[in-house]
């Protein structure tokens, strides 16, 4: 279990569904990743291994192990973090491995 910061950049967020209404925002899906635009709290479970980046906005994500603080321009590793919880207005990009 295990949620760190990391130095990447996101990669192009091209060729991803039609929005669905989830959790108060829009989600939209390419195979096993997401990118969703979240209106203060949305969660997610990280069985495996993924990569998380904030596209914009700011909070905490809420994990098992603690809160850590996110904003605009940040990157996550996740690896079996399992139910997860972003909270704060914020859009972000889950790519799965």
């Known amino acids: 279990m295990k949620l760190c910061k990391i130095q990447a950049a996101p ?10 209404h989830v959790q108060g925002g829009e989600m939209r899906t390419r195979g096993r990743d ?7 709290r949305f969660k997610l479970d990280c069985e495996t291994r993924a990569n998380l980046f904030i596209l914009s906005g700011e909070g905490y994500i809420k994990w098992a192990r603690g809160e850590t603080a996110f904003a605009a ?17 914020c859009a972000f990009l889950l790519i799965q491995e």
Do not use: I, K, M
Request: proline letters at 9%.
């Open 11 to 20: 990669p192009p967020a091209a060729g991803f569904g039609e929005p669905v």
């Open 34 to 40: 997401r990118l969703v635009e979240s209106g203060g």
């Open 73 to 89: 321009g940040d990157a996550f590793a996740l690896e079996e973090t399992h139910e997860t919880e972003l909270n704060g207005v």
